[in-house]
């Protein structure tokens, strides 16, 4: 796969190329171009340039209509979708089949369709005048896009993350400029294609590759020609990202990390919070950061929890690898701290050894730990692997300090057939989402995102629609 940069409608490869490597085999499997500062100030002119001409003037229903050219581009390129972020990723078939490219489809196709319809303005009835002059006015709102909007996003899940923010730009009238992970640049090659194709005008969605410090992620949030960075990935690049924008007082909309909690009351269904634990911690070798790296068991329940998740995370086959040498080198350490720590490994801790080309590649094990203090920074800090580590609690009070004791707030789970006990304890969560009896279950109309460390704003239906446009209001003298 060869990754290109897209500026201004024009695919390029300016840049010294860096190796693309599999972290199934650790095999080279193609070359990435550096944007040098040139590629992305050309990015940003572009992407101006196209507010300026025929994107720009665009309205609701033209975008919209777009927006689905893109989703139906997607649609039928689905199997090259699938293929190139199981490429760069390692991670099973039936995850890019059944999540990545079906939401990358399902982001564009939300936004269009909540364009529909939208009003483009919002009126407030006649009222008499409050300011000293008095007098009567009519007031109206309208939405103005924000324009050039720089758009970084993670590795994890490079298609669906990067056209969850791209989707709701576009609807709102801005032109993009997408730096993806120097990990993942694939699919995002790809997705330029499909922008090209379906004829958005040029400089609507722009494409640079390469790292981010000191190169094309600092060269574009830093850019006094951004309007607004839209940003997903550690929350210790979020603070970078702010400090290099601030400059510019450039507005952010953060996705950032988490160490997301899971409570498991006695009254719980167990067989439900063990599957549904399995699956929270264990989906895509918890390189999601939804995922559940804390849980909680009432007391009268752990022992069993804790045995029956153990074995369930030893019978694990078919998981996917770290996205990088660095990543599986990072999760091992941890894996090493935990012991150092007092840990009890209930099961994995380890690199696995399968004995064919995958022994090549970036795997760990999938890990359950137990008896370690709150304190350990095991449990504190974000890991981004396979592994989650299990602590009792007696009464709700005790669990819900236990779980908002975290520089985190980004998801959790609560697993209870007490439905007065969920509605009662769900809100005092401190976490943008909480689930109850299920987990990642997406409307993608809600407001998605983190507090504390774990993000900035909100993103999904109206949310994203606020935060990529500037609400003006007109007053009229009447
Ligand atoms: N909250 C969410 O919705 C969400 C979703 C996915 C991943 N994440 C988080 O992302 C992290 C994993 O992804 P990652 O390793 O790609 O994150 P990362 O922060 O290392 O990189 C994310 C992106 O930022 C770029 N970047 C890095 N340093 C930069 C800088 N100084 N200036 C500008 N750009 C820079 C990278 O090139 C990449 O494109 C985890 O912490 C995970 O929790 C959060
Ligand atoms: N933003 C979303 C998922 C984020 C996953 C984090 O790795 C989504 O489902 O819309």
């Not at 992970?181 to 294609?193: G, H, N, V, Y």
Request: glycine fraction near 12%.
């Amino acid at each position: 796969m060869k990754a290109e940069h897209y500026v201004g409608g024009v695919f390029r490869s300016d840049g010294p190329a860096f190796p693309l490597i599999s972290p199934a085999d650790g095999a080279e499997i193609g070359a990435v171009p550096e944007a040098p500062r040139q590629v992305v100030d050309d990015a940003v002119a572009a992407a101006r340039e196209a507010l300026r001409g025929p994107w720009g003037a665009s309205g609701a229903e033209e975008r919209a209509a777009a927006l689905r050219r893109v989703a139906d581009g997607i649609q039928a390129r689905f199997e090259e979708f699938a293929a190139a972020e199981v490429a760069d990723t390692g991670r099973p078939r039936a995850f890019a089949e059944t999540v990545d490219v079906p939401r990358a489809i399902g982001n564009f196709r939300a936004y269009a369709d909540l364009l529909y319809g939208r009003p483009e303005r919002a009126y407030t009835t006649q009222v008499p005048g409050w300011s000293a002059g008095g007098g009567q006015a009519l007031n109206y709102t309208v939405r103005r896009p924000l324009g050039v909007v720089a758009v970084v996003s993670p590795w994890n899940l490079p298609l669906l993350l990067m056209t969850w923010k791209v989707a709701p730009a576009l609807a709102a009238g801005n032109a993009v400029v997408v730096k993806p992970s120097e990990e993942t640049p694939s699919t995002a090659t790809l997705l330029a294609q499909v922008i090209d194709q379906a004829g958005l005008p040029a400089g609507a969605f722009n494409l640079v590759h390469g790292h981010g410090p000191g190169a094309a992620g600092e060269f574009l949030t830093g850019h006094p020609g951004v309007d607004a960075i839209a940003f997903t990935g550690e929350s210790a690049t979020g603070s970078a990202i702010m400090r290099n924008a601030a400059a510019h007082v450039t507005p952010v909309s953060f996705e950032l990390g988490g160490k997301n909690p899971a409570l498991v009351f006695a009254d719980a269904d167990l067989d439900a919070a063990v599957d549904g634990t399995v699956r929270s911690s264990f989906t895509h070798s918890g390189q999601i950061c939804l995922c559940t790296e804390r849980v909680y068991v009432e007391r009268p329940v752990f022992d069993e929890f804790v045995e029956r998740l153990g074995a369930r995370a030893r019978e694990l086959k078919d998981y996917g690898p770290m996205i990088s040498a660095a990543h599986r080198d990072k999760v091992l350490s941890y894996y090493r701290l935990a012991r150092e720590e007092g840990a009890t490994v209930v099961a994995g801790g380890g690199a696995p050894s399968f004995g064919d080309g995958r022994d090549g590649g970036f795997h760990v094990e999938p890990t359950v730990l137990t008896g370690l203090p709150e304190t350990a920074r095991t449990v504190r800090e974000e890991i981004f692997g396979p592994v989650c580590h299990v602590a009792p609690f007696g009464t709700e009070d005790e669990a819900l300090r236990l779980a908002n004791d975290s520089p985190y707030g980004l998801a959790s789970t609560v697993w209870t057939r007490d439905l007065s006990r969920a509605h009662r304890v769900a809100p005092k969560v401190e976490t943008g989402i909480v689930w109850v009896n299920c987990w990642n279950l997406r409307d993608l109309r809600t407001p998605f995102g983190g507090v504390k460390a774990s993000g900035i704003g909100r993103e999904g239906g109206e949310y994203s629609l606020d935060f990529f446009s500037e609400p003006v209001n007109v007053c009229i003298q009447i």
